[in-house]
């Protein structure tokens, strides 16, 4: 239990003092309770008594006042710190994630789940805010009011003190069974409520899949797997805990139980007058309120602790090398020299070197699956080459930070992703400093100024989450509007007009002309006319480059990029005869 409260007290971090503010807190929240008590005892003496008159009465309200106010204003500060320390400790650890996840390379997404990353930012985190603060404020609260109390007792009444002082000890052992016990099944409750995320999140996200093969019900087999895993979590840690809840309940009982038996047999042999006796009663119903909140606290540490476990696993991502620093070449030529890449066991680029000089434009074709989009991915270091080295301006990209790396690549993908936010803002995102006269100018050069005005609210118009509300040609636009307004001296074109409908395509190229003027153009395409005016042309196959030069040289070559030629020739030259 000390080990999970130091891993507790870690995760902490700068919310420890928020945390010990709402425990001291709590030390004079017990003590206002007292005043409860007293004023209940002065009501006691004044009816055994016979005491006439309203001092009594008065005395006791003044008590009860003072309890109320004391305990309501200390009430509400330690909730306060409570609420701001769960809060915070959560925001923090997703801000850490989210800043990680910058930093792997882009294969973690392939062999990771999102969902997996998705359930701990937000079921395992939710958890963390709600329970962490509350665990160790009834924990530590818990125990400070029963000494408190406890105390009080022995001082008033030795013999019914002690008997408080064994159900609490016996309380104390049952919880620590608990624990024990908790401790093999709580992480199976956090994998499963990640791994129900992880599955609700795959199954909506692939309804259309579901739909369009009439699988409703049928083929979610993997969501019943994690609704079922959840569910049997679940009942496995309530079936571990009811019995030690009930157990606790019972020792509780029993002991207040014994408190009220020793205090009568006390009182009928007078060795305990009326007055003590009744209120030795009394508090024998109020004693063990405090200790509850240690039982909830304990109850609620192994969650705690198990969600702090799967949050840290989560940290333990693979991270880029990040020892670079920060550049800004003179010149921006990519120079490649035997590079080599795998995808785990599967090596996908065998030893490829070449030269795109700066400001110059040079293509990339080649059958699907043959490593172009793989080339382009290693040139902006989404991942790390696994042999060979990629050099910008004669230094190796891994000399760079990711930062500075970036600052130099433009990258306009086939498939675009926009935010669910306004269309300035998405336009910004590669330089939120941006003005909106800026944003305007660059998306009338990207030829999307037109149907971004027509919108209701123009550029303060939302879009839907990935850009759903507009076509694939003005979600390629506004990318390439988003590219032109970071102007980067380098940009890589993952062919960025393969799915735009011929309506879309001109002023799509013009947009294209317009972003790639003076820069160094990487592009993968597979229209003849983008690729036949590059300055060079690169032929990948099978993850080698087999074919380079310009369109003049390699079509009077046998190879690939003859038949490349031949073919889109065939494909424009189609027609639909009329029988």
Not at 119 to 141: A, F, K, Q, R
Not at 354 to 364: C, N, Q, R, S
Not at 513 to 534: Q, W
Request: aromatic share 8%; with cysteine.
């Amino acid at each position: 239990m000390i080990e999970t409260f130091r891993k507790i007290w870690k995760f902490a971090g700068k919310e420890r003092t928020n945390i010990n503010k709402s425990v001291a807190v709590s030390f004079f929240n017990a003590v206002f309770r007292m005043f409860e008590v007293s004023a209940i005892y002065f009501v006691i003496v004044a009816l055994t008594q016979g005491q006439s008159g309203t001092k009594a009465a008065w005395t006791a309200l003044g008590f009860m006042l003072v309890s109320i106010i004391g305990n309501g204003i200390t009430a509400g500060v330690s909730k306060m710190q409570q609420t701001h320390a769960g809060y915070f400790m959560a925001a923090n650890e997703r801000i850490k994630i989210g800043n990680l996840l910058k930093g792997v390379p882009m294969g973690f997404f392939n062999e990771n789940s999102l969902g997996e990353v998705t359930g701990v930012c937000t079921t395992v985190l939710g958890n963390v805010e709600m329970l962490v603060p509350m665990t160790l404020v009834n924990i530590m609260g818990g125990v400070i009011g029963t000494v408190v109390f406890t105390a009080m007792i022995l001082l008033f009444e030795w013999r019914v003190g002690l008997i408080a002082a064994a159900g609490i000890f016996f309380y104390f052992l049952v919880v620590s069974a608990m624990e024990k016990k908790s401790a093999a099944i709580a992480p199976n409750t956090q994998k499963s409520q990640t791994a129900l995320t992880a599955a609700v999140l795959e199954y909506v996200q692939g309804m259309g899949v579901v739909k369009s093969f009439n699988l409703s019900g049928k083929g979610d087999k993997k969501l019943q797997e994690a609704l079922e895993f959840n569910r049997k979590s679940n009942l496995d840690m309530e079936k571990l805990m009811t019995p030690y809840t009930i157990f606790q309940e019972l020792v509780l009982q029993a002991a207040g139980i014994c408190m009220i038996f020793v205090t009568v047999l006390c009182w009928i042999n007078q060795t305990m007058p009326i007055a003590k006796a009744l209120m030795c009663i009394v508090m024998s119903f109020l004693v063990f309120g405090q200790i509850k909140l240690f039982g909830m606290g304990i109850s609620m540490l192994r969650l705690s602790s198990a969600s702090i476990d799967r949050t840290l696993e989560t940290e333990n991502m693979e991270q880029m090398d990040e020892k670079g620093r920060a550049m800004s070449p003179k010149s921006h030529d990519i120079l490649l020299e035997n590079v080599r890449f795998s995808y785990e066991n599967k090596e996908i680029l065998h030893g490829i070197s070449v030269k795109i000089p700066d400001k110059t434009t040079t293509a990339v074709i080649g059958p699907s699956g043959s490593g172009k989009t793989t080339l382009c991915n290693l040139i902006a270091r989404f991942w790390d080459v696994n042999g060979g080295s990629i050099k910008i301006g004669g230094q190796d990209i891994r000399e760079y930070t990711l930062e500075t790396l970036m600052d130099q690549i433009s990258m306009v993908f086939q498939n675009v992703y926009l935010f669910a936010d306004t269309i300035e803002n998405n336009i910004k995102f590669g330089r939120p400093d941006a003005t909106h006269e800026e944003v305007v100018a660059a998306a009338k050069k990207a030829c999307c100024d037109e149907f971004i005005e027509a919108l209701p609210d123009g550029y303060q118009t939302v879009i839907g989450e990935g850009g759903a509300s507009l076509s694939g040609g003005e979600k390629q636009r506004i990318s390439i509007a988003r590219a032109m307004l970071k102007d980067a001296p380098i940009i890589i074109l993952d062919e960025a007009t393969a799915n735009v409908d011929p309506e879309n395509e001109d002023r799509l190229q013009k947009a294209i002309e317009e972003l790639t003027r003076n820069k160094t153009i990487l592009m993968i395409a597979h229209r003849l006319k983008t690729v036949r005016n590059a300055d060079q042309i690169l032929v990948i196959d099978e993850g080698k480059l087999v074919q380079q030069g310009r369109h003049e040289e390699l079509i009077t070559q046998k190879g690939i990029y003859a038949d490349f030629v031949l073919g889109r020739k065939e494909a424009i030259e189609w027609k639909l005869n009329a029988f």
